[in-house]
């Protein structure tokens, strides 16, 4: 529940304030806000809720619509994220190897066409998925060796032989995880290339603080995704399966606004010039 008001609080935070301050109304803050509301889905529309009401009310059980609809949007937001981030790399790309022409390449209908693939491409790809899945035979009494419905844990629970599915599947999300990193590969590969013709140190260090943090986030994020999912089923037990969710499910959604709030100055800027304004208004109505 500490880690649940964590996350649930620093996203929102994030969202408001990228809202409210207006010189935060660019492309890449744009894309920040989009991956906090993904955040902030992870762990309060997905895990989170339906542990806590279980381990309050003391039952352990979930619908086999719930368990679909638990599928459905924890695959959406996974995938959604997991796709933002490879994009916000060409953000990044662009905003050191192509500063002048930033306006131009990174506009704001660039920023929402990068936000509706992501959303779009990841639900319909969760949709196919939970679609097919739901269609095998569940037999007999059904007991999930995970705090929630992970694909890996709930397509252990099918009668029948499925290795064609699952073997499709491996190599599905191999190939689209490797896609995505080869994207964020090849961008820092020109973001290194542009920072090592630099002749000022003043400009390395910014254009190091500005990837640093997305940077982190991706190695996080793919980490844990590379270990949850590239691994081939038959090497896997229930109990990694579990730690590896923890970590990308909850853990990740938790540090990823802080570490890229903490070190960045225009987000601390902003929110002392929000802050600042809502004190010089509750002075003002309280002028006699």
């Known amino acids: ?21 207006s010189q935060l109304h660019t492309p890449m803050y744009f894309l920040l806000s989009q991956l906090s509301l993904m955040d902030r889905m992870h762990v309060s ?13 003391g039952k352990k059980s979930i619908s086999f619509v719930g368990c679909a609809t638990q599928h459905f949007l924890y ?31 990174m506009n704001r209908k660039v920023g929402l066409m990068m936000a509706l693939v992501s959303w779009l491409g990841a639900s319909i790809n969760s949709l196919i998925h939970t679609v097919i899945l739901t269609q095998f035979p569940f ?35 191999v190939l689209l995880l490797l896609l995505h990193i080869l994207l964020v590969s090849t961008s820092y590969a020109f973001i290194l290339h542009s920072i090592i013709q630099m002749r000022a140190a003043g ?19 793919f980490g844990a995704c590379m270990f949850s999912y590239m691994r081939p089923r038959s090497q896997c037990t229930p109990l990694q399966d579990k730690v590896g969710s923890v970590f990308y499910s909850i853990i990740t959604p938790t540090l990823n606004p802080l570490i890229y709030t903490l070190r960045n ?24």
């Open 139 to 173: 037999c007999g009494p059904q007991k999930i060796h995970h705090f929630y419905c992970e694909f890996p844990a709930v397509v252990k629970l099918v009668r029948g032989d499925i290795t064609v599915y699952e073997t499709t599947v491996f190599i599905s999300s």
């Open 203 to 221: 400009s390395k260090r910014n254009a190091f603080a500005t990837c640093s943090s997305h940077l982190t986030v991706v190695s996080l994020w």
């Open 45 to 57: 529309t997905t895990t989170i809720p339906k542990m806590a009401t279980n381990y309050l009310s």
């Open 265 to 288: 100055k225009d987000v601390a800027k902003a929110l002392r010039r929000v802050l600042g304004r809502d004190i010089t208004q509750r002075q003002q109505l309280e002028l006699p």
């Open 75 to 105: 695959l959406s937001v996974a995938g959604a994220e997991c796709l933002l981030l490879a994009l916000m790399s060409y953000d990044r790309y662009v905003a050191i190897c192509h500063p002048l022409h930033y306006t131009v390449l």
């Open 1 to 21: 529940m500490v880690v649940f008001l964590i996350a649930a609080s620093d996203n929102i935070l994030t969202i408001l304030l990228i809202f409210a301050d």
